[in-house]
């Protein structure tokens, strides 16, 4: 309220990250501001949160959806005319695969904690016995040394490379065969997007939030959630060259759309017509 009344009154607040905001914004302003949500997370993970839920964000004006999912969530509560498909924008990482890595090297990039199932990632290997596990950026110590002891117990160990965290996570991927993920929920994971704009492929669960990208043998795979028999066939297939390995120039082009120019093109169109 204090940044509100101190400077330029806007003409429409973004509010991001939770539902609350939304409600917020609206007693901040007296109801005099159009106000747009535009949640990162599910409308579970809100409540969950204790962060608010639809009654929160019916005060808003309007919905940015960053996914199809939510997108159709908002559709059955809220006015049709007021959600927008608007997505989380990537920028390009300055890496670009050029041919594929048939070298069985799997890569994990981001934090590490019990919804990420990067111990689900570790039986995956423990079943594909010829394939490698690369992982970038943990910082959750704890997590961390439970995963370690499993892989000493599961004997995967020697086939785990730990290289903590990069802020250039990128640079450890020109190598990977393509970019594992196993969440039990992700809204729209941007680690899977920025992969695909380097040219590695994505192999991703239905619960990883990627299904609305991700196209099976030409971007990617999606595979059965904690179904290792669906996953570890998939690897064997690449590993034998039953299947062929999606091209780098495919996944680029796969992700075009989510590019900062042109989320930002369509952020201005939208907003404008509230303005």
Not at 32 to 41: A, G, P, Q, R
């Amino acid at each position: 309220y204090e940044f509100y009344t101190q400077n330029s009154v806007p003409d429409i607040i973004l509010a991001t990250s939770w539902p609350i905001l939304s409600y917020v914004c609206k007693q901040a302003t007296n109801n005099k501001v159009k106000v747009i949500s535009w949640i990162h997370n599910s409308l579970d993970q809100c409540i969950n949160a204790k962060r608010g839920g639809l009654e929160e964000l019916s005060y808003a004006d309007a919905h940015w959806a960053i996914s199809r999912d939510i997108f159709d969530q908002y559709t059955k509560e809220f006015q049709p005319e007021n959600i927008h498909l608007v997505y989380n924008p990537i920028e390009k990482t300055g890496y670009a695969l050029e041919n594929a890595n048939n070298n069985n090297l799997l890569l994990y990039v981001g934090r590490i904690d019990d919804v990420k199932r990067v111990d689900f990632i570790l039986m995956i290997l423990a079943v594909c016995k010829n394939w490698k596990l690369r992982i970038v950026e943990e910082k959750k110590k704890e997590f961390v040394a439970s995963l370690k002891q499993l892989s000493a117990q599961i004997n995967v160990d020697s086939r785990v490379e730990w290289v903590g965290w990069s802020s250039d996570p990128w640079q450890y991927a020109s190598d990977a065969t393509a970019l594992v993920l196993a969440s039990e929920y992700e809204g729209f994971p941007m680690v899977a997007l920025e992969a695909l704009s380097v040219g590695i492929p994505v192999i991703s669960n239905h619960s990883s939030g990627t299904n609305e990208y991700i196209i099976n043998d030409y971007n990617g795979y999606i595979y059965e959630n904690e179904n290792l028999v669906d996953i570890s066939n998939y690897l064997l297939d690449l590993e034998t060259g039953v299947r062929e390995i999606p091209k780098p120039s495919d996944c680029r082009q796969s992700v075009e759309k989510y590019y900062l120019s042109t989320i930002c093109e369509n952020m201005i169109q939208i907003l404008n017509t509230y303005v």
